[in-house]
């Protein structure tokens, strides 16, 4: 098995909006704003090389939507999925299934793509299997007004009318054990209803794709949840349940959203779950 990160663009979010309660002034220390209150996001994807499978763990936002929509979210940098992949030498059409932790746009957007004449949309891999789980589907499908502006309908209807989409199977606690990607899933549904949260044996390291359980090393506090979340004290209690367990067995937890910090390991402390150490994602794949 080889890892690998593939980034697929950088934006900008609202740091009140990705800290929720907590005052800009303790939050602003580790996820410095700019001058409109912005902070460095990244969308961070995972490449997962193991045999003849070739997954891919999120996709980004994609680049299908108008100029306006890109416009609120100040997109920076010169990472596109296209060209991280080509970096290792694939290509999209490689790629033999996707995995989407959960259905907003910043995380499945680049699963579909316009069609050759823009009437239409059909996916951005024609060669993978689309994998989320039935919960979340009819969660994103049949969206709640807090939720709606991020499930976006051409993001995801697209992958059923294809015949491409896979459902994994739902656990009877928290954690399912080998799944049909042939890792196990942490679910989480503080954030949105069944996030899933890949747990990938690598070289007898536990890498855990954290997606929006801990969206950046600033989050690590309990209390610091993103005002996105649905249901913040439940996000309290996976994460109390999560992070514990990450510092028991030395996780590697791999970020998906923090723009400047690829990978860490965590530690107990007399204030609870605090950062351990950081990694380039080099480190840990001996890219």
């Not at 999209?92 to 239409?120: A, E, P, Y």
């Not at 690598?202 to 610091?224: E, N, S």
Request: with cysteine; charged share 20%.
């Amino acid at each position: 098995m080889q890892l690998y990160p593939i980034n697929a663009g950088n934006l900008k979010l609202d740091g009140g909006a990705m800290f929720g309660v907590v005052p800009k002034s303790l939050w602003n220390r580790t996820n410095p704003a700019d001058a409109n209150n912005m902070i460095d996001i990244a969308t961070r994807c995972l490449l997962i090389e193991d045999g003849n499978r070739l997954i891919l763990i999120d996709t980004g936002m994609g680049n299908k939507q108008s100029d306006k929509f890109f416009g609120y979210y100040y997109l920076w940098g010169d990472f596109d999925l296209d060209s991280s992949l080509k970096q290792y030498g694939f290509h999209r059409d490689d790629i033999t299934d996707v995995f989407m932790t959960h259905l907003h746009f910043d995380h499945c957007g680049g699963s579909i793509q316009w069609n050759k004449d823009k009437t239409g949309y059909e996916p951005a891999f024609k060669n993978a299997r689309f994998w989320t789980n039935k919960d979340h589907w009819q969660w994103a499908t049949q969206p709640n007004a807090r939720e709606k502006a991020s499930f976006l309908k051409e993001n995801i209807l697209p992958m059923e009318e294809s015949g491409q989409l896979h459902f994994t199977s739902l656990p009877n606690g928290n954690t399912l054990e080998n799944s049909a990607l042939g890792f196990d899933i942490f679910f989480a549904d503080g954030h949105t209803d069944k996030q899933m949260i890949p747990l990938i044996t690598y070289k007898g390291k536990t890498i855990a794709f954290m997606a929006d359980l801990l969206p950046t090393v600033g989050h690590l506090p309990l209390p610091y949840v993103m005002g996105y979340d649905t249901r913040p004290l439940l996000t309290l209690d996976e994460k109390q349940k999560f992070l514990s367990l990450a510092a028991d067995n030395n996780f590697y937890l791999f970020l998906e959203h923090d723009a400047h910090n690829e990978i860490i390991t965590v530690k107990n402390t007399e204030k609870g779950v605090r950062l351990n150490e950081i990694y380039t994602a080099q480190e840990i794949f001996n890219l």
